[in-house]
T-cell receptor
């Protein structure tokens, strides 16, 4: 059965304190792995897509990496405005290539 | 471009009532989908469509109907609302296998 697990569930960081969020997956065939950011009361906002092991993508203070079993979202010197829930989703190579989501990591950055 | 729009933003229903959640996109995307988001459960796929006239079930389709008569619109119908359908509903669209864009969500409460 396809599964996506994110850890930790919640993370509190001081401003400037770098850390990583984890997304581990077990799927029959990975077509792509997606990272989204979701602010309270809003819809998920797209951040990155990764397609193959070893691939990396960067945007401002965020960098996403991918291995054959997991993905990491590294946050360097975070700011309070980076506080949000970060969602990981896998696109499976079946049918319509739907996305299956993890439960997210709620990040709080304290000034 | 307005992107993906959803109406209403909030809705309260009594058990047994029916209603339609509206979703529209102006990006000419073939693929559209509906998710529900519940605390601790992540986003779960309800129904999806790969083009006008084509719909299929996701992970949690029971109690919901969809239709896709145009590329732009993908309404979600609750046939007889139940308290278990209290949730936040998100519509999304994408072009091919690229990233999905989400609407702002509809917060539904069934009493």
């Amino acid at each position: 059965e396809d599964q996506v697990t994110q850890s930790p569930e919640a993370l509190r960081l001081q401003e400037g304190e770098s850390s990583s969020l984890n997304c581990s997956y077990t799927v029959s065939g990975l077509r792509g792995l997606f990272w989204y950011r979701q602010d309270p009361g809003k819809g998920p906002e797209f951040l990155f897509t990764l397609y193959s092991a070893g691939e990396e993508k960067e945007k401002e203070r965020l960098k996403a990496t991918l291995t054959k079993k997991e993905s990491f979202l590294h946050i360097t010197a975070p700011k309070p405005e980076d506080s949000a829930t970060y969602l990981c989703a896998v696109q499976v190579e079946t049918g319509a290539n739907n996305l299956f989501f993890g439960t997210g990591t709620r990040l709080t950055v304290i000034p | 471009n307005a992107g993906v729009t959803q109406t209403p933003k909030f809705q309260v229903l009594k058990t047994g009532q029916s209603m339609t959640l509206q979703c529209a996109q102006d990006m000419n995307h073939e693929y559209m989908s509906w998710y529900r988001q519940d605390p601790g459960m992540g986003l779960r796929l309800i129904h999806y469509s790969v083009g006008a006239g084509i719909t299929d079930q996701g992970e949690v389709p029971n109690g919901y109907n969809v239709s896709r008569s145009t590329t732009e619109d993908f309404p979600l119908r609750l046939l007889s609302a139940a308290p278990s359908q209290t949730s936040v509903y998100f519509c999304a669209s994408r072009a091919g296998d690229h990233e999905q864009y989400f609407g702002p969500g509809t917060r539904l409460t069934v009493t």
